[in-house]
């Protein structure tokens, strides 16, 4: 006899058929004789939705009336799938975030879960039914529901699992394993049998959707044996796991792509101490995230231009912090641009080998793609370039790296 935790996403749950098909492999864990807690998503596009609505009735909405709203699509599939599971004479009960609770920090929109109390889940469990736990959603020190951030629902399983100490975290989704880079860009992807849990926290925090990246950080910090698979076929998926587990290691195992970017450049600030500090410190005081940094060094000694890079949705914010500040940091002009991508090439074998940068570089000039920003870390490589060459870029660094399937 097994724990499990099962997570579905929002396709796998998309009409009553799907959910039919969820509660169906669910029996048949349970019919093996495992103990099992379900974390589903809302029905496929239903969060887009909600979150729509609210956007049309106030762009600057209260982020705690924001959570009421978006956090209801899981409300509808817990109790769907509680009552299929039923239906075919599963025990099963649904329960919501604050039920349980799951209880969160306070940052409404995307709040991070602090515990989860399993005290009435284990019980359930030793009655032999199947606790359907809503995802994406938990409790505030404010006592009002918050939610934890876009493809939360992975976070909710794995923080699940990690509490209820399960044996596996199995997250279903659209397919059927966590791939070489998007199965959707690159037909020739491949399906990765493990990966380590750092290469997939650089592929999740690097734009790859498939696992929300503190999923992840929470299953490398509490050693969660997760599982990503397809609910549509039995095909097996792909582990996340140590480094030791996987005996060959791939230089690069994947390419990740990301279009939440936006650059900015602030052209001719004066070149001397303390302007760094200027720039950024508002910045980081209005909780902007800044990514890529490039400096260039001065032609007269006098100024230079600094560009940097953060989220997209965050540019906007960001312009008029500069624009307040301009006499301070005294810049010449500003400069945005949100045409931009980040690609990123990811490999723990970088940490022992040289020259993975240069077949980046490489490949992207054989295919006349212009590199605008770079930056490194110890297990990858990421560039930002225009974003009309994403796909390009991608399937090109595919192909150099021969990650191509045969
Ligand atoms: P769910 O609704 O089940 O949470 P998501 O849409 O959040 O599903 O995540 C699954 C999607 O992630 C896939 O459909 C795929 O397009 C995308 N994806 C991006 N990068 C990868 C990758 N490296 N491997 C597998 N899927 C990826
Ligand atoms: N329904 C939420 C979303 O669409 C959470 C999730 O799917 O994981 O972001
Ligand atoms: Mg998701």
Redesign the pocket.
């Given at each position: 006899m097994a724990r499990i935790v099962m997570k579905f996403?929002?396709t796998s749950v998309g009409d009553v058929e799907r959910i039919r098909n969820v509660a169906r492999r669910v029996k048949a864990e349970v019919d093996a004789g495992n103990e099992v807690a379900v974390v589903v998503?809302?029905m496929s596009g239903d969060?887009n939705r909600l979150v729509g609505l609210c956007d049309a009735v106030s762009p600057m909405y209260d982020s705690r009336e924001y959570d009421v709203v978006v956090s209801t699509?899981?409300q509808v599939t817990i109790g769907l799938l509680a009552m299929a599971l039923q239906d075919m004479g599963t025990e099963a009960r649904s329960w919501m975030g604050w039920q349980l609770p799951v209880h969160t920090d306070d940052a409404h929109g995307k709040a991070r879960i602090a515990s989860i109390d399993t005290t009435v889940i284990e019980e359930r469990m030793a009655m032999g039914q199947v606790a359907v736990v809503a995802?994406?959603q938990g409790l505030g020190p404010d006592k009002r529901v918050t939610t934890l951030g876009?493809?939360?629902?992975?976070t909710s399983a794995v923080a699940l699992a990690a509490a209820l100490k399960a044996d596996r975290c199995d997250i279903y989704t659209d397919v059927d394993g966590i791939y070489t880079t998007d199965p959707r860009i690159v037909a020739k992807a491949r399906k990765l049998d493990k990966i380590t849990y750092e290469e997939m926290l650089e592929q999740a925090s690097l734009g790859a959707k498939v696992l929300?990246t503190r999923s992840v950080e929470m299953a490398m910090k509490h050693r969660v044996r997760v599982q990503v698979l397809s609910s549509f076929s039995d095909a097996p998926g792909t582990l996340v796991c140590d480094e030791d587990e996987i005996v060959e290691k791939e230089l690069v195992s994947g390419i990740a792509y990301s279009k939440d970017e936006a650059k900015v450049t602030l052209a001719k600030v004066a070149d001397h101490p303390g302007v760094a500090a200027r720039i950024f410190g508002p910045l980081a005081d209005a909780n902007i995230n800044v990514d890529m940094i490039v400096q260039n060094v001065s032609d007269d000694g006098q100024s230079t231009d600094v560009t940097f890079t953060l989220p997209r949705g965050d540019l906007v914010r960001a312009l008029k912090v500069l624009e307040d500040r301009q006499e301070d940091i005294a810049y010449k002009e500003l400069i945005a641009d949100k045409a931009v991508v980040k690609v990123s090439v990811i490999g723990v074998g970088m940490r022992s080998h040289a020259g993975v940068a240069k077949t980046m570089f490489t490949a992207l000039s054989d295919k006349g793609i212009n590199i605008q920003v770079i930056s490194t870390s110890e297990i990858k490589v990421s560039v930002l370039i225009a974003e009309e060459y994403m796909e390009l870029a991608v399937r090109a660094l595919h192909t150099a790296y021969g990650l191509d399937a045969a």
């Open positions: 996403g929002g998503s809302a969060t699509g899981e995802g994406f876009r493809g939360g629902s992975d929300q």
